[in-house]
């Protein structure tokens, strides 16, 4: 029983420290795929529904929206800073879909990037803080 008890305590060390270690990595420019890469994840699904106006919209607001993370993530404040400037950006972005797409339809777009973003994660750290 103690052997048990033994092993479940280091795994929840072990785990910890891994994910101190994941909140504690410098944020810093990805490799130049990042902004393809989530460009794809950002563009809508067909079962959305969206007229062809509202997608161009928001593959406009998108691309503004990925250059200025690239631009936080290249800058020269502190990582505190950037992260903080990336979620303020995440939220604003998060108002832009409700905007354009409505309430509704804004929460299964957000529901469809989290799931196509999931992947990015362990490949592009940054992509944990965009949205």
């Given at each position: 029983m103690k052997k048990h008890l033994f092993i479940a305590a280091f795994?929840?060390?072990?785990?910890?420290?891994?994910?101190?270690?994941?909140?504690?990595?410098?944020?810093?420019?990805?490799?130049?795929?990042?902004?393809?890469?989530?460009?794809?994840?950002?563009s809508p699904e067909n079962d959305l529904k969206i007229d062809d106006s509202k997608k161009e919209e928001l593959k406009s607001s998108n691309?503004?929206?990925?250059?200025?993370?690239?631009?936080?993530?290249?800058?020269?404040?502190?990582?505190?800073n950037k992260r903080k400037s990336l979620?303020?950006?995440?939220?604003?972005?998060?108002?832009?879909f409700s905007s354009i797409l409505g309430e509704d339809t804004a929460k299964q777009y957000k529901k469809s990037i989290k799931r196509k973003i999931r992947p990015f994660k362990t490949k592009y750290k940054l992509a944990t803080l965009i949205l």
């Open positions: 795994c929840f060390l072990l785990s910890a420290i891994s994910i101190q270690n994941g909140f504690a990595q410098k944020i810093s420019l990805p490799s130049p795929n990042f902004k393809k890469d989530m460009v794809g994840v950002f691309n503004q929206f990925l250059d200025e993370v690239l631009k936080i993530a290249g800058s020269s404040d502190s990582d505190d979620l303020d950006l995440g939220k604003k972005q998060s108002g832009v």
